[in-house]
């Protein structure tokens, strides 16, 4: 089984947690400003969303920052491989 870091898992749980937060937003919003008009009522879902959107982008952008990092790791170790066998091939 593929293991995690507890951190991604944390950033993968917020991230579904916020989904929920835009998801329940819209509807609350909607539902609520219903009785004012239709357009009233899209516009306040399309507002009741935008916290829970904007903690998407930035759990996003934070799991983006996390596989950066790991695929900068991957290719260190790769050149630190090529830069090793260059030198034992130039020592000979």
Same mark, same amino acid.
């Given at each position: 089984?593929?293991?995690?870091? #507890?951190? &991604?898992? !944390? @950033?993968?749980?917020? !991230?579904?947690?916020?989904?929920?937060?835009?998801?329940?937003?819209? @509807?609350?919003?909607?539902?609520?400003?219903?009785?004012?008009?239709?357009?009233?009522?899209?516009?306040?879902?399309? @507002?009741?969303?935008?916290?829970?959107?904007?903690?998407?982008?930035?759990?996003?952008? @934070?799991? #983006?920052?996390? *596989?950066?990092? +790991? &695929?900068? +790791?991957?290719?260190? +170790?790769? #050149?630190?491989?090529?830069? *090793? &066998?260059?030198? +034992?091939?130039?020592?000979?």
């Amino acid at each position: 089984m593929f293991k995690k870091p #507890l951190f &991604e898992l !944390l @950033v993968n749980f917020l !991230l579904g947690i916020a989904w929920a937060i835009a998801l329940l937003g819209a @509807v609350f919003a909607f539902e609520t400003f219903y009785n004012f008009g239709f357009l009233t009522a899209i516009i306040a879902s399309i @507002v009741g969303s935008i916290t829970g959107l904007i903690f998407v982008v930035i759990l996003e952008l @934070v799991n #983006l920052n996390i *596989n950066r990092y +790991k &695929e900068s +790791k991957k290719q260190t +170790k790769l #050149l630190e491989d090529i830069s *090793n &066998e260059i030198k +034992k091939l130039s020592n000979n």
